[in-house]
């Protein structure tokens, strides 16, 4: 290898950044606490893609009711049906 090869392997070898591997059981515990209860606020565009989320998942399963035949909502009923079954063979 080169010397100008070998400057920039050693350039791309980053240290891992993450906690310190020897903390005690209360260190650890803040830790954790304080990642578990830090709170994140969501930007306005985040807000509106989970409002419009929920709102689509309210209207998607009536929608969808009315779009199918009837064979094609016999069919589902008759898998949805096999599915429920097979869980309780299982258990």
Do not use: H
């Not at 010397?3 to 950044?17: E, H």
């Not at 591997?21 to 650890?28: A, P, R, S, Y």
């Not at 606020?41 to 969808?64: P, S, Y």
Request: hydrophobic share 35%; glycine share 6%; net charge positive.
């Amino acid at each position: 290898m080169t010397v100008p090869a070998i400057r920039a392997t050693l350039v791309d070898m980053r240290k891992r950044t993450g906690t310190p591997k020897k903390l005690d059981t209360v260190q650890n515990a803040r830790r954790v606490f304080i990642q578990a209860t830090e709170t994140t606020e969501l930007t306005i565009v985040q807000q509106v893609m989970r409002e419009m989320g929920a709102k689509g998942g309210k209207i998607g399963g009536k929608r969808r009711l009315e779009t199918m035949t009837d064979e094609q909502r016999k069919r589902s009923a008759r898998k949805a049906a096999k599915a429920r079954w097979a869980k309780v063979k299982k258990a």
